[in-house]
């Protein structure tokens, strides 16, 4: 049962524009929500969050949505710069489940200069 | 300082042999945890460990798998009898005590177990 979907395993998208990575997830209880970068051969890098008691969070050109009723949450990267290609994983946490985090499979971004 | 570390960061053995990966976390961190992913796929969770408590092993996929943490730091992963689905990028990650709001985890670059 996969709790956290991401369903594009790949985007392309041009320097200077938009990038939308999306993530759906079925649990109602989780309450926290994460986005991870992953470059080749390297762990995953924190890169913003959410709690559900907000339904935005903006870091610079990371902006993170979260639509409690859809279950959706989205990752709008602007402007696009070629150094943000990597893999982006969706992450969701509980409260009170240990802090362990359930993944999404992963969407790989690249930004052509 | 010193982020998460994991040894060895390739490991190729035979089906049927028993494997062990490190992972040291970063220091102070009590909170440790085990991913992997196997190809294609996202982030499993296996087990955590914090502190002195029993260590949550709900994500571990059978009773090959087990984890443990000596004097709350290093922590060794042991695969008995390893088959070739266990093939995955074995990652750690620590993070200071899961608190709310929630601590960020910092992961290690992975152990890269190839398994024939």
């Known amino acids: 049962d996969q709790q956290v979907k991401q369903n594009s395993p790949s985007l392309s998208v041009q320097e200077g524009r938009i990038s939308i990575l999306n993530c759906d997830y079925t649990n109602s209880m989780f309450d926290y929500f994460l986005w991870y970068k992953k470059y080749p051969a390297e762990g995953p890098t924190f890169l913003i969050s959410i709690s559900s008691i907000k339904d935005k969070n903006e870091d610079g050109r990371f902006t993170v949505f979260l639509n409690k009723s859809a279950k959706h949450l989205s990752l709008h990267i602007v402007p696009s710069q070629p150094g943000d290609s990597a893999v982006y994983f969706c992450?969701?946490?509980?409260?009170?489940?240990?802090?362990?985090?359930?993944f999404g499979q992963g969407t790989t971004l690249q930004v052509k200069p | 300082g010193a982020g998460v570390s994991q040894s060895p960061s390739n490991k190729v053995t035979e089906k049927g042999k028993d494997v062990e990966l490190r992972c040291d976390p970063i220091?102070?961190?009590?909170?440790l945890y085990w991913y992997r992913q196997s190809l294609g796929q996202g982030l499993e969770f296996l087990i955590y460990f914090q502190g002195n408590s029993a260590p949550d092993k709900s994500g571990l996929p059978s009773d090959r798998f087990s984890a443990e943490r000596t004097g709350g730091s290093v922590s060794t992963l042991t695969i008995q009898r390893t088959q070739q689905e266990d093939s995955a990028v074995y990652l750690c990650a620590s993070s200071l005590p899961s608190l709310i709001p929630y601590n960020e985890q910092f992961f290690g670059p992975g152990t890269r177990l190839t398994v024939l």
């Open positions: 992450a969701a946490s509980a409260t009170g489940n240990t802090g362990k985090l359930i």
């Open positions: 220091s102070g961190h009590t909170a």
